[in-house]
């Protein structure tokens, strides 16, 4: 009869933890923690392959194509680029954008770090102006805005009641004088400095105060303390939202489609890069052409962020 020290003892599942081994449960329940973040995943790599991959692709194929949207694409080659090259609406969109962004995104990042200064001050109730001053950012791109942004700066419209009522006669037709048009859109941009001003005040909010006050005992005002001090510190901040809203401002097309009706008018004097691709698609079933012109596009906005990045070396500083 064997003795009871021959008799191997039945091992528990915290001593199996305990010297390296791991229950069957503990187990199956580590390979199933190892698939559940990739299936919480699974719906945004969906919409990466089906929603933006895949019309990325099948845009850079049809670029290269004859494509009406009605019968079946015919490969082309170079055609649709080499015609750009004879396109003068093609040249008056780029000029009309470059020039819409040039003036229009300086201006609103120097309204909203305007208005993010004067909200830094420790205003009562801001959370309040907060919110407010953030709207517009909202409701800019919406149609109703545009709408009303046509009857504002129309012939008949409030501006126009304003300064008359102020004496001034013969007020122009805003958007319909090819001269203002474009100005008018460049104000609406502007209005919208919502966003890009929430971003400055939280970056001020981080500045230490005690830079102001080194800068203050040494005999430095409140302008040099801003070209000093304020700048430098923010300008990761003031980068980040160059780059952002340079962007967004390739990208603007409802403002332009709504006050011109669609045309790019008067005198192709809105006619925005994204409204004249628009038109070719989906007006002249030039989809080949207007694919070719997403991709010039899309050159664009990626060399000119390019360009920011490697110039942002020489104004941006960090911490370190």
Same mark, same amino acid.
């Given at each position: 009869m064997p003795s009871t020290l021959d008799v191997e003892p039945?091992?528990?599942?915290?001593?199996?933890?305990?010297?390296?081994g791991r229950p069957r449960a503990a187990r199956k329940k580590r390979s199933w923690g190892g698939v559940t973040p990739y299936?919480?995943?699974?719906p945004w790599f969906a919409g990466l392959l089906f929603i933006t991959a895949g019309p990325i692709v099948a845009s850079a194929y049809l670029s290269f194509t004859d494509y009406s949207l009605i019968g079946a694409p015919e490969w082309t080659g170079l055609e649709n680029y080499q015609r750009m090259l004879d396109d003068p609406r093609f040249y008056?969109?780029?000029?009309?954008?470059?020039?819409?962004?040039?003036?229009?995104?300086?201006?609103?990042?120097?309204?909203?770090?305007?208005?993010?200064?004067v909200l830094d001050?420790?205003?009562?109730?801001?959370?309040?102006?907060?919110?407010?001053?953030?709207?517009?950012?909202?409701?800019?791109?919406?149609?109703?805005?545009?709408?009303?942004w046509r009857q504002i700066f129309g012939s008949e419209g409030l501006l126009n009641g304003v300064l008359q009522f102020l004496g001034v006669e013969n007020p122009p037709g805003w958007v319909s004088d090819p001269d203002y048009a474009l100005g008018t859109l460049i104000i609406l =941009?502007?209005?919208?400095?919502?966003?890009?001003?929430?971003?400055?005040?939280?970056?001020?909010?981080?500045?230490?105060?005690?830079?102001?006050?080194?800068?203050?005992?040494?005999?430095?005002?409140k302008v040099r303390q801003f070209f000093a001090v304020t700048l430098p510190l923010l300008s990761p901040i003031i980068f980040f939202n160059l780059v952002l809203q340079i962007i967004n401002a390739f990208q603007t097309f409802t403002q332009a489609f709504i006050v011109s009706g669609g045309t790019g008018?008067?005198?192709?004097?809105?006619?925005?890069?994204?409204?004249?691709?628009?038109?070719?698609?989906?007006? =002249?079933?030039?989809?080949?052409?207007?694919?070719?012109?997403?991709?010039?596009?899309?050159?664009?906005?990626g060399g000119l962020t390019a360009v920011n990045f490697i110039a942002s070396k020489y104004w941006v500083f960090y911490g370190d």
């Open positions: 039945r091992t528990r599942p915290e001593d199996a933890a305990a010297a390296g299936l919480f995943l699974a008056q969109s780029l000029k009309v954008t470059f020039v819409y962004v040039l003036v229009s995104v300086p201006l609103q990042l120097a309204f909203a770090l305007f208005l993010a200064m001050r420790g205003l009562r109730g801001l959370a309040l102006y907060r919110s407010i001053f953030y709207l517009p950012s909202l409701l800019g791109g919406s149609v109703a805005i545009a709408i009303l =941009n502007v209005w919208t400095f919502g966003a890009p001003m929430v971003i400055f005040l939280a970056g001020l909010r981080q500045i230490p105060t005690m830079y102001y006050e080194a800068a203050s005992l040494d005999g430095a005002g008018g008067p005198a192709d004097s809105t006619l925005f890069y994204t409204l004249y691709l628009y038109q070719r698609g989906f007006g =002249n079933f030039d989809m080949g052409y207007a694919s070719a012109l997403a991709w010039v596009l899309l050159l664009i906005v």
